[in-house]
């Protein structure tokens, strides 16, 4: 089920990049005492109650002239109302009700979204009443908050949740493979999208439950059903040199959260950039199947070694995509554009595969009669079971007496060979750690 998506709206300096921390529980955004430090939108998983949604932190709404930034900061925040299922506008309650503060409330009530006013930075919520003069902004009751020291943000993540979409408003044809295809701008994916669908000779047609957006295009192929979602390129932030600069990634976001399989489209000519790795480490930890799309192939002058030579350039700058194909094409040719869905195929029942239990623990008791997990000092690490607890992606839980003391490493080579018994190329892998306790603890 595709998370649902809560902005961080308002003018500069009141609090937005704190909260966001709050909200999503780690410090990822960089906070400052200087105004206008978040130049571009930062998002992160978030959960309260049982839902999990994402929350995208955004540069403070100027309507200063004179400030070179201003409007573009304002195009990103906009697009942010735009894409969001709920925006939580923030506000200072220590300044009160600015005139700034008007005109972002004036901008949220023609976007007719839900909103939930913030008032932050409030310290006593008995004695210091002055947060109700937001009332007058027209966006219902303010809910005081201190998002640093995180009081009273359960009453706004509360708030918050009740206004999300209903989990069944976000269901899909389970019968459709959606495919997001993502990326820089110009590397292709229009091309490649168009492509797939004419060299295909598929049929477009209406399939109830898939078209949710007007960038879906749903079709048959061979028989079966497919949905492509193109999103619009991502953009590194143009010529700003500043410590905080970020990179802007919300337009594909909700694409590649609604996917089965992305196909992260690189382009041939330009090798591969510090943006495509931030696309692409966006989509392993979204947990999603995935294929790299090396495009314009035709473009680029070959020997007997230059396919070789892109394969170790990828997988050494994408090396936690090491379990993903890579497919070299040309969408303005069409050469290798069949194999596409072909491995599409293949890669999502990778990520829906289900694996009977006695087979996991059958390799698993190999595994550590080969290698055993190393002891934590005294501690002695056993491994007593493993179970698939979902799919897509596949996920499994190691019932561990010691789950603190077992090192990443270990765990990556339990990886490598479930990988090596099972397959599960295209997909990546979870493991969860539960703790059990051994008969001679108990």
């Known amino acids: 089920m595709a998370r649902a998506i809560v902005a961080l709206v308002g003018r500069p300096n009141v609090g937005k990049s704190t909260l966001f921390n709050r909200m999503a529980g780690l410090r990822k955004a960089i906070v400052e005492d200087t105004p206008g430090v978040t130049r571009d939108r930062i998002y992160e998983q978030a959960e309260w109650a049982g839902r999990e949604f994402i929350v995208v932190d ?19 925040s906009e697009l942010a109302i735009e894409e969001a299922d709920v925006i939580v506008m923030v506000v200072d309650a220590r300044e009160g009700v600015t005139p700034e503060d008007e005109m972002v409330a004036g901008i949220l009530r023609r976007a007719n979204k839900p909103v939930v006013l913030a008032a ?5 919520f008995k004695k210091h ?11 219902g009751e303010p809910i005081p908050v201190s998002a640093i020291h995180g009081m009273n943000t359960d009453e706004l993540l509360d708030a918050v949740i009740a206004l999300l979409p209903p989990a069944e ?30 060299e295909e000779r598929v049929i477009v047609s209406e399939i109830p439950g898939t078209t949710r957006d007007a960038i879906d295009t749903p079709f048959r192929y061979g028989g079966n059903r ?38 992260i489209i690189l382009d041939a000519t330009e090798r591969v950039t510090e943006q495509d790795k931030k696309i692409a480490g966006f989509v392993h930890e979204a947990g999603k199947s995935n294929i790299i799309i090396v495009n314009k192939w035709d473009l680029v002058k070959k020997t007997e070694r230059t396919m070789k030579e892109f ?22 040719t069409g050469q290798r554009v069949k194999q596409v869905i072909e491995v599409v195929d293949f890669v999502a029942e990778q990520y829906w595969r289900k694996v009977p239990t006695a087979e996991l623990n059958k390799v698993l008791r190999e595994a550590v009669a080969v290698n055993p997990p190393p002891g934590g000092g005294k501690k002695r690490v056993n491994i007593f079971y493993i179970t698939q607890i979902k799919t897509g992606p596949p996920s499994f839980a190691l019932f561990v007496n010691h789950p603190e003391e077992l090192h990443f490493s270990y765990l990556r080579y339990l990886e490598n060979t479930l ?23 108990k």
């Open 58 to 76: 955004t540069g403070g709404i100027r309507f200063e002239e004179g400030d070179i930034l201003a409007p573009e900061v304002k195009k990103q």
């Open 120 to 124: 932050n930075k409030v310290e006593d």
């Open 129 to 139: 009443l002055g947060y109700l003069d937001f009332y007058r902004l027209g966006l």
């Open 169 to 198: 408003e976000e269901e899909k044809d389970e019968l459709a493979v959606r495919i997001a295809l993502v990326g820089r701008p110009n590397v292709g994916k229009s091309s490649l999208l168009n492509r797939l669908i004419g």
């Open 226 to 263: 497919y949905v492509l979602i193109d999103t619009a390129g991502i953009r590194r932030k143009s010529r700003i040199k500043e410590p905080t600069e970020r990179y802007s990634v919300l337009r594909a976001l909700r694409a590649v959260e609604r996917s089965d399989v992305v196909l």
């Open 311 to 332: 394969d170790d350039l990828i997988r050494e700058e994408l090396k936690f995509l090491a379990y993903s194909p890579i497919l070299y094409i040309s969408a303005l």
């Open 419 to 441: 990988r090596e018994n099972f397959g599960f190329e295209g997909t990546p892998i979870r493991l969860v750690l539960r703790q059990r306790e051994s008969r001679y603890q």
